[in-house]
C-alpha cells in the first residue's frame, strides 16, 4: 500500500511534527490526527513504496543503480555476478544483463 506523509499544523503529538500513514489509494486523506485528532495536512507523497537505502537492498529488489563516473561512463553499484561494474558508452557487453536478472 502506499505511504503517504502528514504533518501536523498545531502542536505535535506522540507521533511527532510529520509522520508517515500506509493507506489504500481508495482511502480520503486524513483531515486528523489518528492519535491526537489534531488538524493535518497531507504533503505531497515522495513515492509509493519506501525507499530502500543502500545498493545491496536495491540489487536484492531486482534495481539496477547506475551512477554516473565520467563522460559516457556508468558504474553499476548494483552489479551482480558476471555483470560488467563499469558501464561504457558505445560497449554493448558493459550494459548489465536485465534478462538474466529477472528470471520470471
Ligand atoms: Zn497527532
Do not use: W
Request: with cysteine.
Amino acid at each position: 500500500m502506499p505511504i503517504y506523509e502528514y504533518e501536523h499544523l498545531e502542536e505535535p503529538c506522540a507521533l511527532g511534527k510529520m509522520f508517515d500513514v500506509e493507506q489504500s489509494i481508495h482511502d480520503k486523506p486524513l483531515k486528523q490526527c489518528p492519535e491526537c485528532a489534531g488538524p493535518l495536512r497531507k504533503l505531497i507523497s515522495r513515492t509509493y513504496i519506501s525507499t530502500p537505502k543502500t545498493n545491496s537492498e536495491l540489487r536484492d529488489l531486482g534495481f539496477t543503480k547506475l551512477v554516473k563516473r565520467d563522460d559516457g561512463v556508468y558504474e553499476n553499484v548494483t552489479a551482480r555476478d558476471g555483470d560488467s561494474r563499469y558501464m561504457e558508452r558505445g560497449k554493448p557487453g558493459t550494459i548489465p544483463k536485465i534478462s538474466k536478472t529477472i528470471k520470471d
